[in-house]
């Protein structure tokens, strides 16, 4: 066993250190949508459970629990449903949460107005990485823009 290994108090503090950062390691979001047209959702990881739910494509989910063939999903709304691994894709997609939701042409409050956009609808994540609380997104009808994080779910 590890413990039996370690010499000095020294030595124990960094172990269990070492050991406290795994939990925050291993709990980073992740997000996928659903590469299907219509993903099935189940209270259980089995094709024999009670189907609860669908979800049309590009919808956001976030991963809870990964079984390999099987994930527990979060969707929007926060319920927890099982889904075939198969349905989902990596693409990163973000459902606006706000009644209306401003896209803006760059990362900034005074920039342009592209488009606004009203609540549930789902948008195509270009880059992930945040620019000052801005998310750069492309709608399906192929407006760009930059969207405040804020204003969407399923984006870390």
Do not use: C
């Amino acid at each position: 066993m590890v413990f039996s290994m370690i010499k000095s108090s020294k030595q124990l503090l960094i172990v269990l250190s070492t050991l406290a950062l795994l939990p925050a390691t291993a709990s980073a979001l992740d997000f996928r949508s659903v590469a299907v047209s219509k993903a099935v959702l189940y209270d259980a990881p089995s094709n024999a459970a009670k189907k609860v739910l669908l979800l049309s494509q590009n919808y956001p989910v976030e991963v809870i629990v990964n079984l390999g063939d099987w994930l527990k999903v979060r969707d929007a709304q926060g319920a927890l449903n099982w889904v075939e691994a198969k349905q989902l894709s990596n693409k990163r997609t973000v459902m606006v949460t706000a009644s209306k939701a401003e896209i803006r042409q760059s990362a900034d409050a005074s920039s342009n107005l592209v488009a606004t956009v009203e609540k549930d609808v789902v948008l195509e994540v270009v880059d992930a990485k945040l620019s000052n609380g801005w998310l750069k997104i492309k709608h399906r009808d192929g407006v760009a823009g930059y969207i405040l994080i804020s204003s969407t779910w399923g984006s870390e």
